[in-house]
């Protein structure tokens, strides 16, 4: 299959990004981060999490976050909602997009929401038909596709029962996620040929956390497969709270960097997305975890 000339970035560093963040992080630097994002030509914005508050203390100020931003034309926000409970809060918010998040590993499904899979669905069944009542629209998050942190190695057919799962309630599209990422080319593909059994490439995103230094690799084979939509977080920041080692999401700059060079186009600034980087890197008194950043910082400091 040839590449796709085209591909659609969904920065998801304010929020997959921030939510582990051990030191209170400002609203106000999350939204400057979501501003910076959407200049640098961001047309997708994940930037918080409807959670409780116990379990995911960094997110506690999604209302905050949500009525501080000055929102752009054509730019998609979206914020997770495990439950009505949390969609009713993110309601008042108007995000244009919720995102309900299962696991095709029962272990971390229990450790990140507190729930079995089966059970996961039936809330989340809930969640989609309110969101659709009430014209926004739904994306579901498939953790641990590859691997778990509790399970070990995930077999592609736990990926197509829960993306058949997600399909037979309503969920509009889906992320492959390899939580951990402990996957390599193949598995990814193997996981993504699992969600086509019920969802078409148009309507599946990447989703590769870095941890092992395979996720562009991954992201070049999912688009050797179509996949045209992935999910990245700028300076590469993140790590799940409920993922021990995990590290952040691929750096949304190593992905533009990468999909630049190969001729595909983005839409986005890759230098007004270093600055965005930059400046979330020292709000948080530390490098950039982009080596795109790094390389491109440093040349410029001459
Ligand atoms: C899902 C729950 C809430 C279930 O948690 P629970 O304890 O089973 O919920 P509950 O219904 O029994 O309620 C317990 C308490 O939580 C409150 N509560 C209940 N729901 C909400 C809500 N929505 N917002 C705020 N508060 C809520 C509820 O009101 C009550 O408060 P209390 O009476 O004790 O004061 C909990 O497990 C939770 O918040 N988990 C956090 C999950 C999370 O955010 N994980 C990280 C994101 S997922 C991820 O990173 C993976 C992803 C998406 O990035 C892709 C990838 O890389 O794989």
Redesign the pocket.
């Known amino acids: 299959m040839s590449l796709p000339s085209h591909v659609r970035l969904i920065d998801?560093g304010p929020r997959?990004g921030l939510?582990n963040e051990k030191q209170p992080v400002p609203a106000a630097v999350k939204i400057e981060l979501v501003h910076r994002l959407q200049a640098a030509g961001l047309k997708e914005i994940e930037v918080t999490?409807?959670?409780?508050?116990?379990?995911?203390p960094q997110?506690a100020d999604n209302h905050e976050v949500m009525q501080g931003l000055r929102r752009a034309p054509g730019v998609r926000y979206s914020v997770?909602?495990?439950?009505l409970?949390?969609f009713e809060?993110a309601l008042r918010d108007r995000p244009d997009e919720i995102?309900v998040?299962g696991?095709a590993s029962e272990a971390f499904s229990q450790k990140?929401?507190?729930?079995s899979i089966a059970e996961s669905i039936e809330r989340f069944a809930s969640v989609v038909a309110a969101a659709k009542a009430a014209g926004i629209a739904v994306r579901g998050?498939m953790?641990?596709t590859v691997g778990c942190p509790y399970e070990g190695a995930i077999a592609p057919e736990r990926v197509a029962y829960l993306a058949g799962l997600m399909k037979g309630i309503g969920v509009e599209r889906v992320?492959v996620?390899?939580?951990i990422g402990v996957g390599t080319p193949r598995q990814v593909q193997a996981a993504i040929e699992a969600t086509l059994a019920h969802y078409d490439i148009d309507h599946i995103s990447g989703?590769f956390?870095d941890t092992y230094g395979q996720a562009l690799a991954n992201t070049l084979a999912a688009l050797q497969m179509g996949v045209w939509n992935f999910q990245a977080s700028v300076a590469g920041l993140g790590g799940?709270?409920?993922?021990k080692g995990a590290t952040g999401?691929v750096a949304t700059e190593d992905v533009v960097y990468m999909l630049h060079g190969m001729g595909i186009e983005t839409g986005i600034d890759l230098d007004a997305l270093v600055d965005a980087g930059a400046y979330i890197s020292e709000q948080l008194g530390r490098p950039s975890g982009s080596r795109v950043a790094r390389a491109l910082l440093a040349k410029r400091a001459g």
């Not at 409807?50 to 379990?55: D, E």
Request: charged content about 10%; some cysteine.
């Open positions: 998801v997959d939510q999490s409807y959670v409780s508050p116990k379990w995911v997110m997770l909602t495990p439950n409970k949390g809060a995102v998040f696991a990140n929401i507190n729930c998050a953790s641990c992320d996620a390899d939580t989703h956390h799940c709270p409920y993922a999401n």
